[in-house]
């Protein structure tokens, strides 16, 4: 019989805290709807008041329709000697506006007597009266059991009361967190086993860390022991060396596990989800990440890439198709035709696999990846690209010439920018000046189309991002550059890649109008 598991990501909040993770308030709430859209039960959206980037999400995060994911609100305790209802952080949860509140209380009498300087008994007081307040105020509490197993290796009959504490508050799920990630797995599961049976398999969740290196197994081992939630990041961002990886934990639960949840049904975009983040976060994709990775699947000459070719399984645990990967020997015309068939599907649109275009469409995409183009992130120009490759692209403008000049007066930093179109046969020229190139660029084929096409004065860039592909070249690198765009109707993303920055930005650019154009 399947395991029944919850899925509950903190990527927004956990994932952050991670050494050079940083997202926008633009890229929480996208992330939020492509998490939501995976199927993800759980979205912890951070801390609500402690600064302005997740203010202004939780703000805007009301006014999302999601489909089935819980988002939660993060916070802790009320204070030692207060009152819950009086106390000032437990109100910024609830303000947030959140169904769920995921309260963080300690279980190690260390952290009670040295570092909150409260007694036991004034602990359990305050982790069962927040969750009971909160509870009291229709919300769902998930009651984060911070330094959990360190808490019990030093005082089980303590670390259980806590749990009991947040029980008898109301919290529909205690996550047990290896908060130092520094539990190995036998203790762990044990640990874990006891919880369940004081509290039952659908009270327990788990929270792990990688510090040792076990983020993954200590999670699958929790799940063993009884576990039914699972809290991780996506590729294991997190502070120190990160949290357990919800991409690698997902790929073991659903198809070496026999757990069910209901992104299980969504597996095969894995790869692209995991490739979303990293994208989004302005990193380098790990080739050798399990399941997702670009190499986690290929195979080199020799006898591995013969007998992978002859039989796929005879060196491949699962079937990468199963999480959106591929075998990099195998890639034939009638399986590159599949991939591509199939992420057209994902993006809505229906591309006929027997297409005569589809050979050099897959030739031009490979081309492309090889020079440094990725388009998990940039739909947008995904689709421009297939329209174009199978005779469907509608020109709307001809770009002629363009160019951009910065000058710096004193402190004053400002760029002209002149672009020169074809609209309708009509040669149009004009000027534009910004603080920045991208933003002058924009003005100006903004003023050359506008006229014609008067739809542009909803598009908004939203965001931008640069990557230098080959940092060894210097200031000779290629340079990807990623553009988010958006009409207040929807959110799209387009990329431009070359050996000058200002050339990449104008090819994302120029995509992301050309897009809201085609797209009406």
């Known amino acids: 019989m399947s395991t029944a598991v919850k899925i509950y990501d903190t990527t927004l909040r956990d994932g952050t805290q991670g050494e050079g993770i940083s997202f926008s308030v633009a890229d929480k709430l996208r992330i939020a709807e492509r998490l939501d859209q995976f199927g993800v039960d759980y979205i912890e959206g951070g801390f609500p008041g402690s600064n302005p980037r997740d203010i202004t999400f939780f703000a805007e995060a009301k006014h999302l329709k999601l489909k089935h994911a819980r988002l939660a609100a993060f916070g802790s305790t009320r204070r030692a000697g207060a009152k819950a209802d009086e106390d000032p952080q437990l109100?910024?949860?609830?303000?947030?506006?959140?169904?769920?509140?995921?309260?963080?209380?300690?279980?190690?009498?260390?952290?009670?007597?040295e570092i909150l300087r409260t007694t036991l008994e004034e602990n359990l007081a305050m982790i069962e009266d927040s969750t009971r307040y909160l509870v009291a105020q229709g919300r769902e509490v998930i009651y984060d059991a911070e330094h959990f197993?360190?808490?019990?290796?030093s005082d089980p009959e303590y670390a259980i009361r806590t749990l009991a504490a947040a029980v008898r508050g109301g919290a529909s799920n205690l996550s047990l967190c290896d908060t130092n990630g520094g539990t190995l797995v036998d203790e762990f599961k044990a640990?874990?086993?006891?919880?369940?049976?004081?509290?039952?398999?659908?009270?327990?969740?788990?929270?792990?860390h990688n510090d040792s290196g076990l983020g993954v197994a200590l999670t699958l081992a929790?799940?063993?022991?009884?576990?039914?939630?699972?809290?991780?990041?996506?590729?294991?961002?997190?502070?120190?060396?990160?949290?357990?990886?919800?991409?690698?934990?997902?790929?073991n639960l659903f198809l070496k596990m026999d757990c069910t949840a209901r992104c299980a049904a969504n597996l095969a975009q894995l790869r692209d989800l995991s490739l979303f983040f990293d994208e989004l976060a302005n990193l380098r994709p790990d080739p050798k990440a399990p399941f997702v990775g670009l190499s986690a699947f290929a195979h080199k000459g020799g006898l591995h890439a013969n007998a992978a070719q002859k039989v796929a399984r005879s060196y491949e645990h699962i079937d990468p198709a199963l999480v959106g990967n591929r075998t990099r020997v195998l890639v034939s015309d009638m399986a590159g035709r599949s991939s591509l068939a199939l992420k057209a599907k994902e993006l809505g649109l229906e591309l006929d696999e027997k297409r005569?275009?589809?050979?050099?469409?897959i030739e031009q995409l490979k081309e492309r990846e090889f020079r440094g183009y990725e388009y998990e992130a940039a739909d947008a120009s995904f689709r421009l690209l297939i329209s174009a490759a199978l005779g469907e692209r509608k020109t709307f403008f001809e770009v002629e010439t363009y160019r951009v000049i910065m000058?710096?007066?004193?402190?004053?930093?400002?760029?002209e920018a002149t672009v020169k179109v074809s609209v309708g046969?009509?040669?149009v020229h004009t000027v534009a000046e910004c603080t920045g190139p991208v933003g002058a660029l924009d003005k100006a084929l903004r003023l050359a189309l506008e006229k014609t096409y008067p739809q542009l004065r909803e598009l908004v860039l939203r965001d931008y991002k640069v990557r230098i592909l080959e940092s060894g070249a210097g200031t000779n690198s290629r340079t990807r550059v990623l553009i988010?765009?958006?009409?207040?109707?929807a959110v799209w993303g387009t990329v431009g890649v070359s050996d000058n920055i200002i050339d990449a930005s104008w090819e994302a650019l120029r995509d992301a109008v050309e897009y809201k154009l085609a797209s009406g």
């Open 407 to 415: 000058e710096r007066h004193g402190e004053e930093l400002w760029s």
């Open 191 to 208: 640990i874990v086993g006891h919880a369940v049976r004081e509290f039952g398999a659908e009270k327990i969740g788990v929270h792990c």
């Open 484 to 489: 988010e765009s958006g009409d207040g109707k």
């Open 91 to 113: 109100r910024t949860l609830l303000d947030s506006g959140m169904p769920v509140m995921t309260i963080v209380g300690k279980t190690w009498t260390l952290h009670v007597t």
């Open 356 to 361: 005569p275009e589809m050979k050099a469409l």
């Open 222 to 251: 929790g799940v063993t022991a009884g576990a039914t939630l699972v809290q991780g990041t996506a590729n294991g961002y997190g502070e120190r060396v990160g949290n357990a990886n919800l991409t690698t934990v997902l790929a």
């Open 149 to 153: 197993f360190d808490g019990y290796k």
């Open 425 to 427: 046969g009509e040669s």
